[in-house]
């Protein structure tokens, strides 16, 4: 049997599938046409090697090796992109996982417990504004009430989508919990460490914590050509505020950072001064404090803003998660099986952050050329997916 079960060529045959014309990269997002095509890709190639995929209430996908059961041993990643996104946040975790069983099955191997590849829905928050939707669902870390409420930007709530989507009922899902005996997620690096080090692999030691608040800012919707400067209530200038802000109070922290990616004008018109604005503000530090420090100024440089020009705004927290440290023990055996690779902090979120409150979780990090994610320049040179592969195949003899 010639090895299609290869990650590269996995990888090739998704490659077309949710390309953005506009931004370039990918944007495939979660119950969207492109993410469906990947859902349905990803299911024809677990069966194909013989995995029985069984979709939870949440939306994730299971492919069981063999029955499910108790303490499994489970990988995967995601499939879902941020808008403009690369190829291999989450699709690399994915297909390393199909090319390991592949090359696992061809070598005779049999798992001596319950074994799994997932693929988690949502991941990225891109559709419902919450980053790990599916993993958060399946631990309870939120509310099935908070998360049916969410809406798109079309307006649709989750509920519905999600119904819609043949979920009728999403939420916590114990039994599903409880059969995850470890969750081990490898991932495309999302910075330059390997690069640095010089090294194919790493496996994860912690995340960075991590915050989203959303900052609505209200003034006079007006003409641009006929209202004097003095005149005007205009939002956008607290929205900009709280860009430069964000960035002067993480420069002051060491380690941590603060972004808005994403602003968004009511109505939004080249000749129009807009009535509102909203914006997003992401972000990561070592600590609870600098976290909770930065987010406190910049919340204070966007109302003094917002006064001074006689408009109103509000700042509200949307999600929030500690500093993950993935099992030590976990980290350890995996280091010392694929022979003391790197150890590597990420400040990037991943379902296996989520999991990781609930069970023994570890990742193995794959180098990254140009050490860039969350845009088309985001890569794996060939020689560090197959070795992601090889990484994952001895963590799995020597683990399942
Ligand atoms: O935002 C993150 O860190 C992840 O890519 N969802
Ligand atoms: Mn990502
Ligand atoms: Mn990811």
């Not at 599916?134 to 307006?155: H, N, P, Q, T, Y």
């Not at 994860?204 to 005149?231: C, K, M, P, Y």
């Not at 080249?270 to 420090?293: G, H, K, M, Y």
Request: overall charge negative; charged content about 25%.
């Amino acid at each position: 049997m010639t090895n299609d079960f290869g990650a590269l060529r996995l990888l090739g045959e998704i490659e077309d599938t949710g390309r953005d014309p506009h931004r370039g990269g990918y944007s495939r997002h979660v119950f969207d046409a492109a993410e469906h095509d990947l859902r349905d890709w990803f299911i024809e190639r677990a069966q194909r090697l013989g995995l029985n995929v069984i979709p939870d209430r949440n939306g994730n996908l299971w492919a069981w090796w063999g029955e499910p059961g108790p303490d499994a041993f489970v990988t995967g990643s995601h499939l879902d992109s941020v808008p403009g996104g690369g190829a291999h946040d989450g699709p690399l975790g994915v297909v390393s996982a199909l090319a390991a069983v592949g090359r696992l099955q061809q070598r005779g191997f049999v798992p001596n417990r319950p074994f799994a590849v997932t693929v988690f829905a949502e991941e990225e928050g891109s559709r419902f504004g919450i980053a790990c939707l599916g993993s958060r669902l399946l631990s309870g870390a939120i509310s099935v009430e908070r998360a049916g409420d969410l809406k798109d930007a079309g307006g649709n709530r989750f509920a519905d989508v999600a119904r819609a989507a043949g979920l009728p009922t999403p939420g916590r899902d114990a039994e599903a919990l409880s059969r995850i005996g470890m969750f081990v997620e490898l991932h495309v690096e999302q910075g330059k460490g390997l690069i640095d080090m010089d090294a194919p692999v790493a496996v994860g030691s912690s995340i960075l914590e991590h915050g989203r608040w959303r900052i609505d800012v209200r003034g006079q919707g007006n003409h641009a050509g006929t209202t004097e400067i003095t005149d005007r209530r205009d939002p956008m200038l607290a929205a900009a505020e709280a860009v430069l802000a964000a960035r002067r109070a993480a420069s002051r922290r060491a380690g941590s950072r603060a972004t808005i990616g994403r602003i968004e004008p009511v109505p939004g018109g080249t000749n129009v001064i807009a009535s509102r604005v909203s914006a997003w503000l992401d972000v990561r530090a070592d600590s609870e404090r600098d976290t909770r420090d930065i987010i406190a100024e910049v919340e204070q440089a966007v109302i003094d803003a917002a006064a001074a020009e006689g408009c109103t705004a509000s700042v509200v927290e949307e999600s929030y998660s500690g500093e993950v440290r993935f099992d030590p023990a976990l980290r350890d055996r995996i280091a010392a099986t694929l022979g003391n690779v790197p150890v590597l902090p990420t400040g990037a979120g991943h379902d296996a952050g989520v999991l990781a409150a609930h069970v023994p979780t570890a990742m193995l990090f794959v180098r990254n050329p140009s050490g860039v994610s969350h845009a088309p320049e985001e890569g794996a040179d060939d020689a560090a997916v197959e070795a992601g592969v090889d990484a994952l195949v001895r963590t799995i003899e020597e683990l399942a």
